[in-house]
């Protein structure tokens, strides 16, 4: 059995270009699809997120329209309740990369706000990503890959293929025009290779180490390829 660490949002809004709030958190399907499937190969699963608090779930995720209908909301609803980790989160300032063989970035606009920020988050994926482990991150989380920078300025992914909610989904979601940055714009600048796929499809990167999900659809194929490259 290995320890997967889960680095996850801390924040339950996220501010828009107005300066308004928007609901947020972690997206329910981005962490319990690769939970599950990370708990059914036989490995343990760690959460960490800054400071220690309990990630929140956006409310918006656990809706039927988003789950291909009531009955997969409910069973992710019902999943996350089990998962005890989401209530006993560590302070991702406090982790050591070396006590974990996996490290997995899930999604939802949560990351927009604390983790493309900050600054522990980014020098632990700078860590994983030269570790060589298996470094998973799909959806809106690659927005913490934006911390990941060196002394000299540049982005420790810089030049990597990559899948990240692209702006056409983001537009399509009704929010692009009215985000601070866009993820596929700040990734590009930052120079990151992003690869766009068909909206809301499964679309899935691997790149070296790193495995990348462009959306919820996904998080449990880039499970599976994380889970081969821990053989």
Request: glycine letters at 10%; a negative charge.
């Amino acid at each position: 059995m290995s320890k997967i660490l889960f680095v996850m949002t801390g924040a339950d809004q996220w501010t828009l270009a107005d300066g308004t709030k928007h609901p947020t958190g972690f997206w329910a399907e981005e962490a319990a699809a690769p939970y599950e499937a990370f708990k059914a190969a036989g490995h343990e699963v760690v959460v960490a997120t800054p400071g220690g608090v309990v990630p929140p779930v956006d409310k918006g995720s656990l809706a039927a329209e988003v789950n291909g209908g009531q009955e997969n909301a409910d069973r992710i609803a019902a999943l996350l309740e089990t998962m005890t980790e989401l209530r006993e989160p560590v302070r991702l300032e406090d982790v050591d990369l070396d006590d974990h063989a996996a490290v997995f970035y899930p999604g939802g606009h949560g990351p927009m706000e604390d983790l493309a920020v900050d600054a522990d988050s980014g020098r632990l994926l700078t860590l994983a990503l030269n570790s060589g482990k298996p470094l998973g991150v799909v959806c809106h989380g690659p927005a913490a890959l934006l911390a990941a920078t060196g002394a000299d300025g540049t982005n420790a992914f810089a030049g990597y293929r990559v899948a990240a909610f692209t702006n056409t989904e983001e537009t399509q979601a009704g929010l692009a025009d009215r985000a601070e940055w866009l993820l596929q714009d700040r990734l590009t600048e930052a120079g990151v290779d992003v690869r766009v796929g068909e909206p809301w499809a499964p679309h899935v990167i691997v790149d070296r180490n790193l495995v990348t999900g462009q959306n919820p659809a996904s998080s449990a194929p880039l499970a599976v390829e994380l889970l081969k490259k821990l053989g």
